[in-house]
């Protein structure tokens, strides 16, 4: 059973406002993965992680930014909210022995 | 340019019956194959997976194919359960640290 947690599961925030995005895992996974995911689209993947001190941009262009100081936390953080990063975000992670990502259950995110 | 398609954004299916998702590739590199189930407010959930020197996997009531020649594969669900109603993901990869997903296709399992 995959134990990986975000917080909040949902949140509404005014455009300029400062945010950031819990995930945690307690599976000891080195690799680390943000998702972003709109309605009927495909998953995009944002940001990773192989480990601690190690942080990748992924395919999408994003205006965020992640942080990997211990294994178990991978925060994602938005310095100014604009309408456009209204989104389902999800955080994933998995061991590397396997192919397999394990994923949270989401934050969505609305801004005003 | 999209890699993995997910053509039918949703699928209809009686309880007791066949499901049958289709994913098609463009990527010839690709060589790991993964579904994911995800519920509406929850994350994607892992079903199975195939890897390219394989044809097909099982797994109880879901079966993956794989046509490499083609760049196709499916997941079939039998018997499909109202349960089973989510939405599947397709997903693959180069046996790297990233999976390329496709678009989902919505089932529905009625009675």
């Known amino acids: 059973e995959a134990d990986i947690y975000q917080t909040p599961r949902y949140l509404v925030i005014g455009t300029g406002k400062k945010i950031t995005l819990e995930c945690s895992q307690t599976?000891?996974?080195?690799?680390m993965y943000w998702y972003q995911q709109d309605p009927g689209m495909e998953l995009h993947l944002i940001h990773y992680?192989?480990?601690?001190?190690?942080?990748e941009k992924g395919d999408l262009s994003s205006e965020s930014t992640v942080s990997r100081i211990r294994t178990e936390h991978f925060p994602l953080t938005l310095e100014s909210a604009r309408p456009s990063h209204t989104s389902q975000y999800l955080c994933?992670?998995?061991?590397?022995?396997?192919?397999?990502?394990?994923f949270g259950p989401g934050t969505r995110l609305t801004v005003t | 340019d999209q890699q993995v398609k997910q053509n039918s954004p949703s699928l209809s299916v009686q309880e007791g019956r066949i499901s049958i998702l289709n994913c098609d590739y463009t990527?010839?590199?690709?060589?790991?194959f993964l579904w994911y189930k995800k519920y509406p407010a929850e994350g994607p959930t892992f079903l199975i997976s195939?890897?390219?020197?394989?044809d097909k996997n099982e797994d109880g009531r879901f079966t993956v194919f794989l046509n490499k020649s083609a760049k196709h594969l499916s997941l079939h669900i039998v018997p499909s359960q109202p349960g089973d109603s989510a939405v599947y993901f397709c997903?693959?990869?180069?046996?790297?640290?990233?999976?390329?997903f496709g678009t989902g296709t919505r089932l529905q399992v009625f009675p």
């Open positions: 990527n010839s590199m690709f060589d790991y």
């Open positions: 195939i890897s390219s020197i394989k």
């Open positions: 994933a992670s998995r061991s590397g022995t396997s192919y397999e990502q394990y």
């Open positions: 992680s192989y480990g601690v001190n190690s942080t």
């Open positions: 599976m000891g996974h080195d690799k």
């Open positions: 997903a693959a990869t180069e046996m790297t640290d990233k999976l390329i």
